[in-house]
């Protein structure tokens, strides 16, 4: 018996039917290595791993991994966009009005809760965004001292 054998960046990118590049598979490991990265962040760590890469082909490659469903987009409103590697668990986000920092939550019990509309209006619902909006420990010590 040989033991299930996770598959590599790259034969995730090939999954999904994207065009394996160097700079793709540096994107997808530095999203994942990393906790809600913003583009900057992202390219900095993908410019660690292979060298000079555009801000354009790092949008660019980001949206492509973000259509496949590899790499998940969160943008809480009047805050930068997002990137993470967790996809397909429908969790949600704490995020701190003070700092900016965001924070994985899963949903309140399970799947089920958020997926399931009080009326879905006929919508197929894979998806439901929900953030959380308060102010982190380190911001909420630093105001009460
Ligand atoms: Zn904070
Ligand atoms: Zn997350
Ligand atoms: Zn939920």
New binding site residues.
């Given amino acids: 018996m040989t033991a299930p054998r996770t598959p590599t960046t790259a034969e995730e990118l090939r999954g999904v039917g994207l065009r394996v590049t160097a700079a793709r598979v540096a994107l997808l490991e530095t999203v994942r290595e990393g906790d809600h990265l913003g583009v900057e962040a992202i390219a900095t760590g993908v410019r660690g791993r292979v060298g000079h890469i555009s801000l354009q082909a790092v949008y660019e490659a980001l949206h492509a991994l973000t259509t496949a469903g590899l790499v998940r987009r969160i943008e809480p409103p009047g805050s930068p966009a997002r990137f993470e590697g967790r996809v397909g668990d429908?969790h949600?986000h704490l995020v701190c009005r003070s700092c900016g920092a965001v924070v994985d939550v899963d949903?309140?019990v399970g799947h089920a809760?958020?997926l399931t509309a009080s009326d879905d209006r006929g919508f197929a619902i894979d998806e439901?965004e929900?953030i959380y909006w308060g102010l982190c420990p380190d911001c909420s010590t630093a105001r009460s001292t």
Avoid: F
Wanted: with cysteine.
């Fill in positions: 429908n949600h949903c309140a809760p958020c439901a929900v």
